[in-house]
């Protein structure tokens, strides 16, 4: 019996690989035939492989992810699905820290310290994911095809250009900078985006310095080359304009004596504060401390013109025009779409708008198979009163065409699940409340006993979408949004056979996910002199050096690689013992 088994294994193996039969053959050689054995087993074994890769790679699904940003890194992080077949495509080689820029502009870190290679990232993921160093020219949403040109430098002058196939796009390019179409912003200021811009504004700040040291040069000429303007009163130009301000305090005073009091830094704030987006309470002490440290804020001044030398401004209600010399401008008023999401938006029907729109599962409205994410979109978030009728219909369990209080409370998780706004509302006015009727006695048993017809119910919560609001453009939004679209990834499948998202309600059964919600974590504004304003959930405000130390913690753990986190807390460290580095490199 054991002879058989193995004769019939002997028959099969042949059979499967016909290559094993040339064993016969050169076994009669008393030292060949080991050697013939292994090879052709090892030709087989490998065909057998590749044979069962192609097929296992067939079967994936291919993700295209456009962008290295703060969206693209945190969903190519958290992705741990192996059914996908993931490519990544971007002219940008790595992840930058953008909240450390400003620090790098006056040597306080390191611009190395602040990227991470994104091959560093990818290769530590045990699923399949590729990069391609290219620009995406063309989304082609309707045969799921991007086209590409290639960035890296190459000896023939005509760049490759190339197209991929996708399943699902998932688009992750950020932002460029939004000039707003002023006149000589594009060609006389700097912007704070990329890594190649911070090093061009050091190297700026530093030539400034140098220049202004040169003999023969008479002082109001020292004034025009030391005069930095920041356009911007945010969170990006307020840091610049502090950090700027501790370099000359810091270091300035000791390499270069002669002109230290020439230079001067001025604040152009369009609006009638500094960090409007912050609590008042830090927008004040902002702008008082630039007083202090003799940083000009004017607010409510408009820039209509920049040439070579000077900058134009109108104040606010006024039609007259002033104009200023100055020897380096930092543009800093907001962002725009990149010209890629601008054509893809026209295609879509979208070009009216300042971003993608996407659903509340951050797919682009309109294409199912593509998603948007971090400063490129924006959530357009669905109105209640625009489904109110649906709504009344799914809680009227009984269809009696009135509501009760009890019918709505036992569909009011999924409605605050769907929609964001309603909880925020039912916050400051509760379920029962709603139910309030004047002409009814007051009590608990009365206002369970009220019924709302679909009028009533829609006057009710007439007023619940002012609660609705646009998401920020930060990284922390972004990286939020990359972790949520990773998570619903790994589940797709699961997730498609038993959905966990709310109910639906325009049609049956629930949704697949849960829809995306941000959870604010908190902000910082670092206001120079070791000081910076924190301003955390549950209206906690913090002003002062211990903020400035939670700076540093977090920053220094929210760095995505230990040999990042290594380098810039060595680089602050350095600072903090031998300065700045002030050689512009």
């Known amino acids: 019996m054991r002879s058989f088994n193995f004769f019939g294994r002997l028959c099969t193996a042949f059979h499967d690989y016909p290559s094993l039969s040339k064993i016969i053959v050169v076994s009669t050689l008393s030292s060949g035939s080991l050697i013939a054995y292994s090879e052709a087993n090892t030709n087989n074994g490998n065909r057998g492989r590749v044979a069962h890769a192609d097929a296992v790679a067939s079967k994936k699904k291919k993700v295209v992810v456009l962008g290295t940003g703060w969206a ?285 729109a996407t659903d509340e599962w951050l797919r682009v409205e309109g294409v199912g198979n593509v998603y948007a994410l971090g400063d490129c979109a924006t959530i357009n978030q669905r109105k209640v009163m625009e489904d109110i009728t649906e709504i009344f219909k799914k809680a009227d369990a009984d269809n009696s065409g009135t509501l009760t209080l009890k019918e709505f409370q036992d569909i009011s998780n999924d409605i605050c699940e769907r929609y964001p706004q309603m909880q925020l509302y039912l916050k400051s006015k509760p379920v029962r409340n709603i139910f309030d009727r004047p002409s009814q006695v007051k009590g608990k048993a009365s206002k369970e006993s009220i019924e709302l017809s679909i009028e009533e119910f829609k006057s009710a919560l007439s007023e619940v979408d002012t609660q609705l609001k646009n998401l920020p453009a930060t990284a922390q939004v972004a990286n939020q949004q990359g972790a949520y679209l990773a998570k619903c990834f790994n589940r797709m499948e699961e997730c498609e056979i038993n959905p966990e998202g709310p109910t639906r309600i325009r049609g049956t059964g629930r949704h697949r996910f849960r829809p995306f919600r941000y959870r604010h974590l908190g902000q910082f504004a670092p206001l120079g002199g070791e000081q910076t304003a924190a301003q955390l959930p549950g209206d906690w405000v913090s002003i002062g050096h211990s903020s400035q130390w939670l700076w540093y913690s977090i920053y220094a753990s929210k760095q995505v690689s230990w040999r990042t986190r290594a380098l810039v807390v060595s680089d602050w460290i350095r600072r903090f013992i031998f300065g700045r580095d002030t050689s512009g490199i």
């Open 72 to 356: 693209a890194m945190t969903f190519l992080k958290n992705l741990n699905n192996s059914i996908y077949e993931v490519e990544v495509v971007s002219p940008r080689n790595f992840f930058l820290f953008t909240p450390l820029l400003p620090s790098v502009t006056c040597g306080k870190v390191e611009a190395r310290s602040i990227v991470e290679p994104i091959r560093n990232i990818i290769r530590k993921k045990n699923i399949d994911v590729s990069y391609r160093e290219a620009e995406c020219t063309k989304i082609d949403p309707a045969n799921n095809k991007i086209y590409c040109r290639a960035t890296a430098n190459t000896n023939s002058k005509r760049r490759e250009e190339f197209a991929i196939d996708y399943d699902y796009l998932i688009i992750a390019v950020g932002a460029q900078v939004n000039t707003f179409n002023t006149p000589g912003v594009e060609g006389n200021c700097h912007f704070l985006k990329e890594i190649d811009d911070a090093q061009k504004i050091r190297r700026n700040v530093i030539d400034a310095f140098e220049k202004a040291s040169l003999p023969n040069l008479t002082e109001e000429e020292r004034k025009k080359i030391l005069h930095f303007v920041v356009v911007g009163g945010g969170p990006t130009g307020v840091e610049f304009a502090a950090e700027l301000h501790d370099f000359v305090n810091e270091d300035v005073v000791k390499l270069y004596p002669m002109v230290q009091n020439f230079v001067k830094i001025t604040v152009l704030e369009a609006t009638d504060h500094i960090l409007n987006m912050f609590d008042k309470r830090i927008t004040k002490f902002a702008e008082h401390k630039f007083g202090r440290d003799n940083i000009e804020v004017k607010l409510g001044s408009m820039v209509t013109k920049v040439t070579e030398n000077e900058i134009c401004t109108k104040a606010k209600g006024s039609d007259k025009t002033t104009s200023m010399p100055y020897g380096m401008v930092l543009w800093s008023t907001g962002i725009g779409p990149r010209p890629i999401v601008k054509d893809f938006m026209k295609q879509i029907g979208q070009g009216n708008r300042r971003a993608l």
